[in-house]
Protein backbone atom coordinates (compact mmCIF):
# COMPACT_ATOMS: atom_id res chain seq x y z
CA UNK A 1 0.00 0.00 0.00
CA UNK A 2 2.61 2.36 0.84
CA UNK A 3 4.73 2.13 -2.33
CA UNK A 4 2.32 2.68 -4.43
CA UNK A 5 0.89 5.67 -3.19
CA UNK A 6 4.60 7.08 -2.33
CA UNK A 7 4.91 8.90 -6.02
CA UNK A 8 1.38 10.74 -4.66
CA UNK A 9 3.40 12.43 -2.02
CA UNK A 10 5.03 15.43 -1.60
CA UNK A 11 9.12 15.07 -1.31
CA UNK A 12 9.61 15.84 2.26
CA UNK A 13 6.98 13.04 2.49
CA UNK A 14 7.65 10.53 1.24
CA UNK A 15 11.60 11.13 2.27
CA UNK A 16 10.26 10.10 5.68
CA UNK A 17 8.06 6.97 4.83
CA UNK A 18 10.88 6.32 3.00
CA UNK A 19 13.00 6.53 6.04
CA UNK A 20 10.63 5.21 8.67
CA UNK A 21 12.22 1.84 9.66
CA UNK A 22 9.69 0.33 11.73
CA UNK A 23 7.43 0.19 8.37
CA UNK A 24 9.81 -1.67 6.04
CA UNK A 25 11.72 -3.97 8.89
CA UNK A 26 11.43 -7.44 9.14
CA UNK A 27 10.94 -8.98 12.95
CA UNK A 28 14.37 -9.98 13.00
CA UNK A 29 15.44 -6.36 12.25
CA UNK A 30 13.40 -5.47 15.29
CA UNK A 31 15.66 -4.79 18.05
CA UNK A 32 14.34 -7.39 21.21
CA UNK A 33 12.27 -6.51 23.99
CA UNK A 34 12.78 -6.00 26.32
CA UNK A 35 16.37 -4.92 25.93
CA UNK A 36 19.04 -6.98 26.93
CA UNK A 37 22.59 -5.95 27.27
CA UNK A 38 24.24 -7.61 23.83
CA UNK A 39 22.05 -7.89 20.81
CA UNK A 40 23.87 -10.80 18.60
CA UNK A 41 22.25 -10.48 15.04
CA UNK A 42 23.17 -13.40 13.06
CA UNK A 43 22.92 -13.48 9.26
CA UNK A 44 23.63 -14.54 5.84
CA UNK A 45 25.32 -12.49 2.91
CA UNK A 46 23.35 -10.09 1.91
CA UNK A 47 20.58 -10.41 4.99
CA UNK A 48 20.33 -6.86 6.09
CA UNK A 49 22.74 -6.96 8.60
CA UNK A 50 24.38 -3.66 8.24
CA UNK A 51 21.03 -2.40 8.09
CA UNK A 52 20.05 -3.58 11.25
CA UNK A 53 23.41 -2.54 13.21
CA UNK A 54 22.95 0.98 11.56
CA UNK A 55 19.55 2.03 12.51
CA UNK A 56 20.19 0.35 15.97
CA UNK A 57 23.18 2.66 16.03
CA UNK A 58 21.18 5.67 14.85
CA UNK A 59 18.01 5.25 17.31
CA UNK A 60 20.49 4.92 20.27
CA UNK A 61 22.33 8.50 18.85
CA UNK A 62 18.84 10.19 18.26
CA UNK A 63 16.81 8.43 21.23
CA UNK A 64 14.44 7.09 19.43
CA UNK A 65 12.09 4.08 20.20
CA UNK A 66 11.88 1.33 20.54
CA UNK A 67 15.71 1.26 20.64
CA UNK A 68 16.48 4.43 23.57
CA UNK A 69 14.05 6.39 25.77
CA UNK A 70 16.97 9.44 25.67
CA UNK A 71 20.03 9.89 23.30
CA UNK A 72 23.31 7.96 24.02
CA UNK A 73 26.42 10.46 23.97
CA UNK A 74 29.16 8.20 23.16
CA UNK A 75 29.24 5.14 20.94
CA UNK A 76 31.61 2.77 19.66
CA UNK A 77 31.70 1.42 16.15
CA UNK A 78 34.31 -1.29 15.92
CA UNK A 79 35.08 -3.00 12.58
CA UNK A 80 37.68 -5.57 11.34
CA UNK A 81 39.28 -3.32 9.51
CA UNK A 82 39.83 0.79 9.17
CA UNK A 83 38.10 0.79 5.57
CA UNK A 84 35.57 -1.90 6.33
CA UNK A 85 33.95 0.21 9.07
CA UNK A 86 34.25 3.49 6.29
CA UNK A 87 33.25 1.82 3.37
CA UNK A 88 30.31 -0.60 4.92
CA UNK A 89 29.57 0.63 8.30
CA UNK A 90 29.88 4.51 7.75
CA UNK A 91 29.77 5.13 4.21
CA UNK A 92 28.02 1.91 2.68
CA UNK A 93 24.59 1.18 1.10
CA UNK A 94 23.34 0.63 3.89
CA UNK A 95 25.40 2.23 6.30
CA UNK A 96 25.18 5.53 8.91
CA UNK A 97 25.29 7.82 6.69
CA UNK A 98 22.41 6.50 3.98
CA UNK A 99 19.95 6.04 6.25
CA UNK A 100 19.12 9.69 7.93
CA UNK A 101 16.88 12.47 6.46
CA UNK A 102 19.12 15.32 5.70
CA UNK A 103 18.03 17.01 8.58
CA UNK A 104 19.31 14.23 11.47
CA UNK A 105 22.52 13.19 9.05
CA UNK A 106 25.38 13.37 11.14
CA UNK A 107 28.22 14.92 10.23
CA UNK A 108 31.53 12.30 9.19
CA UNK A 109 34.70 13.45 9.99
CA UNK A 110 37.60 11.18 8.88
CA UNK A 111 40.80 12.52 9.91
CA UNK A 112 38.94 12.50 13.92
CA UNK A 113 37.55 9.06 12.66
CA UNK A 114 33.91 10.68 14.33
CA UNK A 115 30.47 10.41 13.44
CA UNK A 116 28.75 13.60 15.14
CA UNK A 117 25.18 14.18 14.69
CA UNK A 118 23.32 17.88 15.05
CA UNK A 119 22.37 16.73 18.50
CA UNK A 120 25.54 16.60 20.35
CA UNK A 121 26.02 12.62 20.17
CA UNK A 122 29.47 11.25 18.50
CA UNK A 123 30.20 7.81 17.42
CA UNK A 124 33.89 7.01 17.13
CA UNK A 125 35.71 4.70 14.95
CA UNK A 126 37.98 2.08 16.53
CA UNK A 127 39.51 -1.33 14.41
CA UNK A 128 40.10 -4.72 16.03
CA UNK A 129 43.39 -4.59 14.41
CA UNK A 130 44.39 -2.29 17.18
CA UNK A 131 42.78 -3.61 20.60
CA UNK A 132 44.54 -1.03 22.58
CA UNK A 133 42.85 1.33 20.85
CA UNK A 134 39.37 0.94 23.02
CA UNK A 135 41.89 1.49 26.33
CA UNK A 136 40.60 4.83 27.70
CA UNK A 137 37.55 5.51 26.25
CA UNK A 138 33.92 4.99 27.31
CA UNK A 139 30.73 4.49 25.70
CA UNK A 140 26.85 3.97 26.29
CA UNK A 141 26.79 2.15 23.27
CA UNK A 142 28.36 0.00 20.69
CA UNK A 143 28.07 -1.77 17.85
CA UNK A 144 30.25 -4.75 16.03
CA UNK A 145 30.41 -5.85 12.72
CA UNK A 146 31.86 -8.98 10.76
CA UNK A 147 32.50 -9.95 15.06
CA UNK A 148 33.45 -13.51 13.98
CA UNK A 149 36.10 -12.14 11.70
CA UNK A 150 38.16 -10.15 13.79
CA UNK A 151 41.74 -10.27 13.93
CA UNK A 152 42.88 -10.18 18.15
CA UNK A 153 38.95 -11.59 18.72
CA UNK A 154 39.11 -11.96 22.19
CA UNK A 155 41.40 -9.23 23.32
CA UNK A 156 39.45 -6.75 21.38
CA UNK A 157 36.27 -7.54 22.41
CA UNK A 158 37.29 -7.58 26.53
CA UNK A 159 38.77 -3.80 25.83
CA UNK A 160 35.40 -3.28 24.17
CA UNK A 161 33.39 -4.52 27.44
CA UNK A 162 35.35 -2.60 29.65
CA UNK A 163 34.54 0.42 28.00
CA UNK A 164 31.14 -0.28 27.88
CA UNK A 165 30.38 2.12 31.00
CA UNK A 166 28.75 4.99 30.44
CA UNK A 167 24.50 5.16 31.54
CA UNK A 168 22.31 3.39 33.38
CA UNK A 169 22.39 0.38 30.89
CA UNK A 170 25.16 0.74 28.35
CA UNK A 171 23.82 -1.91 25.30
CA UNK A 172 25.86 -2.90 22.44
CA UNK A 173 24.70 -5.24 19.44
CA UNK A 174 26.46 -7.26 17.00
CA UNK A 175 26.59 -8.36 13.30
CA UNK A 176 28.38 -10.79 12.05
CA UNK A 177 28.20 -13.84 9.43
CA UNK A 178 28.60 -16.65 11.93
CA UNK A 179 31.57 -18.89 12.07
CA UNK A 180 32.10 -21.49 14.86
CA UNK A 181 35.17 -18.74 16.71
CA UNK A 182 34.70 -19.57 20.89
CA UNK A 183 33.37 -16.08 21.35
CA UNK A 184 30.14 -16.42 18.86
CA UNK A 185 29.76 -19.84 20.45
CA UNK A 186 29.53 -18.65 23.92
CA UNK A 187 27.32 -15.38 22.95
CA UNK A 188 24.63 -17.99 21.74
CA UNK A 189 24.15 -19.66 25.39
CA UNK A 190 24.67 -16.43 27.73
CA UNK A 191 21.37 -15.36 29.26
CA UNK A 192 22.16 -11.78 28.58
CA UNK A 193 22.34 -12.24 25.16
CA UNK A 194 19.38 -11.76 22.87
CA UNK A 195 20.07 -13.30 19.77
CA UNK A 196 18.29 -12.82 15.98
CA UNK A 197 19.02 -15.04 12.76
CA UNK A 198 18.41 -14.22 8.87
CA UNK A 199 18.92 -15.77 5.71
CA UNK A 200 19.95 -14.10 2.95
CA UNK A 201 17.01 -15.52 1.22
CA UNK A 202 14.46 -13.47 3.78
CA UNK A 203 16.12 -10.06 2.06
CA UNK A 204 15.52 -11.22 -1.25
CA UNK A 205 13.21 -7.72 -2.34
CA UNK A 206 15.97 -5.69 -1.83
CA UNK A 207 18.80 -8.09 -3.63
CA UNK A 208 19.14 -8.83 -7.63
CA UNK A 209 17.35 -11.79 -8.50
CA UNK A 210 19.94 -13.25 -10.47
CA UNK A 211 22.47 -12.48 -7.88
CA UNK A 212 19.95 -14.94 -5.58
CA UNK A 213 19.76 -16.94 -7.73
CA UNK A 214 22.99 -17.98 -8.85
CA UNK A 215 24.13 -17.94 -5.21
CA UNK A 216 21.83 -20.54 -3.91
CA UNK A 217 21.83 -22.86 -7.23
CA UNK A 218 25.56 -23.42 -6.43
CA UNK A 219 25.95 -23.18 -2.90
CA UNK A 220 22.47 -23.93 -1.34
CA UNK A 221 22.55 -26.94 1.34
CA UNK A 222 26.95 -26.92 1.09
CA UNK A 223 28.89 -26.00 3.62
CA UNK A 224 29.88 -22.67 2.49
CA UNK A 225 26.28 -22.22 1.73
CA UNK A 226 24.66 -22.85 4.90
CA UNK A 227 27.01 -20.45 6.58
CA UNK A 228 27.10 -17.66 4.29
CA UNK A 229 23.70 -17.92 3.27
CA UNK A 230 21.27 -19.32 6.26
CA UNK A 231 23.33 -17.69 8.83
CA UNK A 232 24.06 -21.17 10.65
CA UNK A 233 27.17 -22.33 12.43
CA UNK A 234 28.36 -24.84 11.04
CA UNK A 235 31.07 -27.07 12.79
CA UNK A 236 33.21 -30.18 12.63
CA UNK A 237 34.73 -32.40 15.82
CA UNK A 238 38.54 -31.64 15.53
CA UNK A 239 38.92 -35.66 15.72
CA UNK A 240 35.79 -36.76 13.72
CA UNK A 241 36.43 -39.37 10.91
CA UNK A 242 35.05 -37.23 8.18
CA UNK A 243 35.96 -32.99 7.77
CA UNK A 244 33.68 -30.50 5.65
CA UNK A 245 36.53 -29.73 2.99
CA UNK A 246 36.29 -34.15 2.55
CA UNK A 247 32.59 -34.19 2.06
CA UNK A 248 32.96 -30.82 -0.25
CA UNK A 249 34.89 -32.58 -2.58
CA UNK A 250 32.84 -35.49 -3.31
CA UNK A 251 30.11 -33.24 -4.99
CA UNK A 252 28.23 -34.47 -7.86
CA UNK A 253 25.45 -32.82 -9.71
CA UNK A 254 24.61 -36.16 -11.63
CA UNK A 255 25.10 -39.51 -11.48
CA UNK A 256 26.46 -42.17 -13.51
CA UNK A 257 24.24 -45.68 -14.15
CA UNK A 258 24.82 -47.50 -11.46
CA UNK A 259 25.35 -51.29 -11.03
CA UNK A 260 23.25 -51.83 -7.56
CA UNK A 261 21.17 -50.00 -5.34
CA UNK A 262 20.26 -50.26 -1.43
CA UNK A 263 18.30 -48.66 0.79
CA UNK A 264 20.04 -49.19 4.54
CA UNK A 265 17.57 -49.01 7.56
CA UNK A 266 18.82 -48.19 11.28
CA UNK A 267 15.88 -49.19 13.47
CA UNK A 268 15.05 -47.25 16.39
CA UNK A 269 15.05 -48.99 19.82
CA UNK A 270 11.59 -47.58 20.65
CA UNK A 271 8.84 -45.90 18.72
CA UNK A 272 8.51 -43.09 21.11
CA UNK A 273 8.49 -38.96 20.35
CA UNK A 274 11.62 -39.35 22.66
CA UNK A 275 13.54 -41.91 20.98
CA UNK A 276 16.60 -42.10 18.35
CA UNK A 277 15.47 -41.74 14.70
CA UNK A 278 15.19 -44.60 12.19
CA UNK A 279 17.79 -43.90 9.88
CA UNK A 280 16.95 -44.15 6.47
CA UNK A 281 19.58 -44.12 3.70
CA UNK A 282 19.71 -44.57 -0.19
CA UNK A 283 23.24 -45.75 -1.78
CA UNK A 284 24.26 -47.34 -4.67
CA UNK A 285 27.62 -48.10 -6.36
CA UNK A 286 28.47 -47.47 -10.19
CA UNK A 287 30.63 -49.72 -12.99
CA UNK A 288 34.04 -48.08 -11.92
CA UNK A 289 32.78 -49.34 -7.90
CA UNK A 290 32.15 -45.54 -6.87
CA UNK A 291 30.12 -45.53 -4.08
CA UNK A 292 27.06 -42.39 -4.29
CA UNK A 293 25.11 -41.19 -1.32
CA UNK A 294 21.47 -40.74 -3.47
CA UNK A 295 19.02 -39.91 -0.43
CA UNK A 296 18.59 -38.97 3.43
CA UNK A 297 15.20 -40.12 4.50
CA UNK A 298 15.69 -41.02 8.19
CA UNK A 299 12.43 -40.23 10.04
CA UNK A 300 12.10 -39.23 13.07
CA UNK A 301 9.07 -40.74 16.36
CA UNK A 302 8.19 -43.21 13.19
CA UNK A 303 6.62 -47.05 14.72
CA UNK A 304 8.13 -49.63 12.89
CA UNK A 305 4.88 -50.09 10.71
CA UNK A 306 5.65 -46.56 9.71
CA UNK A 307 9.38 -46.83 8.90
CA UNK A 308 8.90 -50.22 7.21
CA UNK A 309 6.31 -48.60 4.74
CA UNK A 310 9.04 -45.61 4.05
CA UNK A 311 11.93 -48.04 3.87
CA UNK A 312 9.85 -50.19 1.05
CA UNK A 313 8.02 -46.91 -0.65
CA UNK A 314 12.09 -45.67 -1.45
CA UNK A 315 12.88 -49.51 -2.63
CA UNK A 316 10.31 -49.72 -4.69
CA UNK A 317 10.57 -45.59 -6.32
CA UNK A 318 14.82 -46.07 -6.43
CA UNK A 319 14.30 -49.81 -8.42
CA UNK A 320 16.48 -51.14 -5.39
CA UNK A 321 18.44 -54.49 -4.80
CA UNK A 322 17.72 -54.86 -1.74
CA UNK A 323 16.84 -53.75 2.14
CA UNK A 324 20.21 -53.37 4.26
CA UNK A 325 18.52 -53.54 7.97
CA UNK A 326 20.28 -53.44 11.02
CA UNK A 327 18.86 -56.24 12.93
CA UNK A 328 20.47 -55.43 16.62
CA UNK A 329 17.38 -53.39 18.10
CA UNK A 330 15.07 -56.26 17.25
CA UNK A 331 16.10 -59.39 15.36
CA UNK A 332 14.00 -61.26 13.68
CA UNK A 333 10.98 -59.31 14.28
CA UNK A 334 12.53 -56.17 12.33
CA UNK A 335 12.83 -58.19 9.15
CA UNK A 336 9.00 -59.53 9.80
CA UNK A 337 7.49 -55.96 9.49
CA UNK A 338 9.11 -55.62 6.57
CA UNK A 339 7.68 -59.04 4.98
CA UNK A 340 4.00 -57.35 6.68
CA UNK A 341 4.25 -54.57 3.96
CA UNK A 342 5.88 -56.65 1.36
CA UNK A 343 6.80 -59.86 1.65
CA UNK A 344 8.59 -60.01 -1.80
CA UNK A 345 11.17 -57.35 -0.91
CA UNK A 346 15.11 -58.81 -0.60
CA UNK A 347 16.21 -58.47 3.32
CA UNK A 348 19.73 -57.97 3.89
CA UNK A 349 19.90 -58.50 7.59
CA UNK A 350 23.72 -56.97 9.35
CA UNK A 351 24.45 -57.65 13.10
CA UNK A 352 26.73 -54.87 14.67
CA UNK A 353 29.62 -56.89 16.44
CA UNK A 354 31.56 -53.85 16.66
CA UNK A 355 31.23 -50.07 17.88
CA UNK A 356 29.89 -47.76 15.91
CA UNK A 357 32.93 -45.34 15.48
CA UNK A 358 35.13 -49.13 14.45
CA UNK A 359 32.43 -49.74 11.87
CA UNK A 360 32.65 -46.13 10.48
CA UNK A 361 36.32 -46.11 10.22
CA UNK A 362 36.36 -48.26 6.53
CA UNK A 363 33.90 -46.26 4.93
CA UNK A 364 35.42 -42.79 6.13
CA UNK A 365 38.55 -44.24 4.51
CA UNK A 366 36.52 -44.81 1.70
CA UNK A 367 35.99 -40.83 1.20
CA UNK A 368 39.94 -40.33 2.07
CA UNK A 369 40.44 -42.37 -1.09
CA UNK A 370 38.02 -40.26 -2.81
CA UNK A 371 35.65 -43.47 -3.97
CA UNK A 372 31.95 -42.13 -2.76
CA UNK A 373 30.27 -39.23 -4.01
CA UNK A 374 26.96 -36.98 -2.65
CA UNK A 375 24.45 -36.44 -5.21
CA UNK A 376 23.59 -33.30 -4.00
CA UNK A 377 23.59 -32.06 -0.17
CA UNK A 378 22.74 -33.73 2.91
CA UNK A 379 23.22 -30.93 5.65
CA UNK A 380 21.67 -33.26 8.52
CA UNK A 381 23.75 -36.49 7.56
CA UNK A 382 27.04 -34.36 7.06
CA UNK A 383 26.72 -32.60 10.07
CA UNK A 384 26.51 -36.15 11.70
CA UNK A 385 29.69 -37.07 9.61
CA UNK A 386 31.50 -34.38 11.13
CA UNK A 387 30.65 -34.39 14.49
CA UNK A 388 31.12 -38.22 15.27
CA UNK A 389 34.08 -38.97 16.83
CA UNK A 390 35.48 -41.23 19.33
CA UNK A 391 33.16 -40.87 21.81
CA UNK A 392 30.30 -40.27 19.36
CA UNK A 393 28.70 -37.45 18.67
CA UNK A 394 28.83 -34.16 21.50
CA UNK A 395 24.86 -34.30 21.85
CA UNK A 396 24.72 -37.84 23.22
CA UNK A 397 22.20 -39.15 20.26
CA UNK A 398 22.92 -42.36 18.36
CA UNK A 399 23.82 -41.23 15.03
CA UNK A 400 20.94 -43.06 12.96
CA UNK A 401 22.05 -41.40 10.07
CA UNK A 402 25.50 -41.79 9.86
CA UNK A 403 24.68 -45.80 11.07
CA UNK A 404 22.28 -46.47 7.92
CA UNK A 405 24.89 -44.73 5.90
CA UNK A 406 28.23 -46.69 6.79
CA UNK A 407 25.50 -50.35 6.56
CA UNK A 408 24.81 -49.20 2.93
CA UNK A 409 28.42 -48.39 1.63
CA UNK A 410 29.93 -51.31 3.95
CA UNK A 411 27.27 -53.70 2.02
CA UNK A 412 27.63 -52.36 -1.26
CA UNK A 413 31.70 -51.80 -1.03
CA UNK A 414 33.15 -53.43 1.54
CA UNK A 415 31.61 -56.59 1.49
CA UNK A 416 32.01 -59.43 -1.08
CA UNK A 417 29.26 -58.74 -3.96
CA UNK A 418 27.79 -60.27 -6.57
CA UNK A 419 28.80 -59.59 -10.09
CA UNK A 420 27.07 -56.55 -11.21
CA UNK A 421 24.60 -55.38 -13.78
CA UNK A 422 24.54 -52.00 -15.31
CA UNK A 423 21.34 -50.29 -15.58
CA UNK A 424 20.80 -46.41 -16.53
CA UNK A 425 19.77 -43.92 -14.42
Given at each position: ?????????????????????????????????????????????????????????????????????????????????????????????????????????????????????????????????????????????????????????????????????????????????????????????????????????????????????????????????????????????????????????????????LARIVVAVDPPATSSQRADRCGLIV??????????????????????????????ALYRRHEADALVVEVNQGGEMVESI?????????????????????????VAALYAQGRVRHAGTFPELEDEMCA??????????????????????????????????????
Amino acid sequence: MIPRILPELEPALAEVLLECWPLWSRDDQKPPAPPKPVWLVLGGRGAGKTRTGAEWVKGMALGVAPFAEAPTERIALVGETQSQVRDVMIEGVSGLLSIHTRWERPDWLPSLRQLRWPNGAIAQVFTAEDPEGLRGPQFGAAWSDELAKWPNLQECWDMLQFGLRLGDHPRQVVTTTPRPVPLVKRLLVEPHVAVSRARTQDNRYNLAAEFLRTVTQTYGGTRLGRQELDGEIVEESPDALWTRAMIEATREQRHPPLARIVVAVDPPATSSQRADRCGLIVAGIDGDGLGHMLEDATLAGARPQEWAQKAVALYRRHEADALVVEVNQGGEMVESIIREVDAGVPVVSVRATRGKYLRAEPVAALYAQGRVRHAGTFPELEDEMCAFGPKGLETGRSPDRLDALVWALTHLMLAPKPRPRVRGI
